[in-house]
């Protein structure tokens, strides 16, 4: 398979990881949930996780890949105030200021 579209998503959080299992065809994520997120990843993409926190996905089908990263970044999407979740790797969170205490 010629792969030509890329998206790569970054997790950040303390104890957040990703890890795709069986030749990329299902991306499990821990998120802080009291559960682990299975996700099944369509036939035209593939997930690739580069360290723990860095996942790729790839595939000959744009409009399919952007969607499926779409999805795993919906999981947890980027936080404000912390910067914390998934967010694509060329993709700035402004952060708001917290409340200020007297």
């Known amino acids: 398979m010629e792969a030509k579209f890329f998206r790569f998503l970054k997790i950040v959080g303390v104890g957040y990881k990703a890890r795709a299992e069986a030749e990329g065809r299902l991306l499990y994520l821990k998120l802080g ?7 099944t990843v369509p036939l035209a993409v593939r997930a690739f996780c580069f360290k723990n926190n860095v996942i790729c996905c790839t595939g000959i089908d744009k409009q399919r890949v952007h969607q499926f990263a779409a999805a795993v970044r919906s999981c947890k999407p980027p936080e404000v105030y912390k910067g ?10 402004k952060k708001k200021q917290g409340k200020k205490s007297k």
């Open 33 to 39: 949930y009291s559960h682990e997120v299975e996700l």
């Open 84 to 93: 914390k979740g998934i967010m694509y790797l060329d993709e700035v969170i």
